[in-house]
């Protein structure tokens, strides 16, 4: 089983397409950014990922899975790992690499939604759902998974339209 979704091939490749000159075109950074990106990837996703993992517990990436269907319903063969997935960690390797660290950032939300202070003490505190609403997210990766995961969230089981705080 790969270590990491994508191959630097493939990510030169990719930002090429694109038109992005990735900040270092040495093999090694890069897949040390792809190994990076997978394993955030899986981390934050896997909870809307559909189906099951091929290789049960002992498979040390969250694709390919057995038992998965993009939103429209179609079968996702179980012997391959989609291009989304592949794409967003080309996606979220490039932020790793543009800011090293990005995707391991310690973050703890602010504990007060305001505090005001007129004659009187008011204080609102922020409220979150879950640790999902709290995570690191990027836009370009959420736009590559949406076909995968758009009806599907951390606690959603699978109903189509629900919104998600990013």
């Known amino acids: 089983m790969a270590t990491s979704y994508g191959t630097p091939t493939g990510f030169l490749a990719y930002c090429s397409e694109r038109g992005i000159t990735p900040p ?53 063969p179980s012997d391959t790992v989609p291009n989304e997935i592949t794409y967003a960690t080309y ?27 007129h004659g009187a003490i008011s204080v609102e505190y922020a409220q979150y759902d879950s640790l999902y609403d709290m995570q690191m997210r990027f836009a370009k990766v959420d736009m590559w998974l949406s076909v995968i995961t758009a009806s599907r969230g951390p606690t959603d089981t699978g109903h189509v339209g629900k919104a998600y705080r990013v």
Do not use: C, H
């Open 91 to 117: 996606e979220a390797a490039l932020q790793d690499m543009n800011s090293p660290g990005s995707l391991s950032v310690d973050y703890t939300p602010p504990k007060y939604k305001r505090v005001s202070v």
């Open 24 to 76: 270092s075109v040495v093999t090694g950074a890069i897949q040390s950014a792809l190994q990076v990106a997978s394993e955030w990837l899986d981390n934050i996703y896997r909870p809307s990922f559909p189906g099951m993992k091929t290789g049960g517990r002992d498979q040390e990436r969250e694709w390919p899975r057995a038992g998965a269907t993009d939103i429209y319903g179609y079968a996702i």
